[in-house]
């Protein structure tokens, strides 16, 4: 265990340029934002109005009158 902070120690004591730092923190910044775009259309996706079972009577709605009409369309094919 010391011997990894002290290799962690040493690393971070090493002197760096400014242009290696600046790359550096440019693919930081980058990473980040392909990070934040890639989590909030994965978000969007999973998001579901109603939960359809077509196979099974009244859609799984349980009377809901909205979610068994928007079943009905989207079982037809009307939503995939």
């Known amino acids: ?3 990894r902070f002290d290799e ?3 690393s971070m004591a090493q002197s760096v340029t400014r242009r290696g730092a600046l ?3 440019g693919v930081g910044i980058a990473g980040m934002a392909l990070a934040l775009l890639g989590t909030a259309n994965s ?3 999973a998001k579901k109005l109603h ?3 077509c196979r099974k ?3 799984g709605c349980n009377g809901d009158l909205n ?3 928007f079943c009905e369309v989207c079982c037809a094919g ?3």
Request: charged share 25%.
């Open 1 to 3: 265990m010391n011997d």
């Open 23 to 25: 790359k550096k923190f």
């Open 51 to 53: 939960g359809c079972r």
């Open 57 to 59: 009577p009244d859609f």
């Open 67 to 69: 979610c068994i009409s």
């Open 43 to 45: 978000a969007q996706a």
């Open 8 to 10: 962690l120690a040493r």
């Open 78 to 80: 009307g939503c995939f």
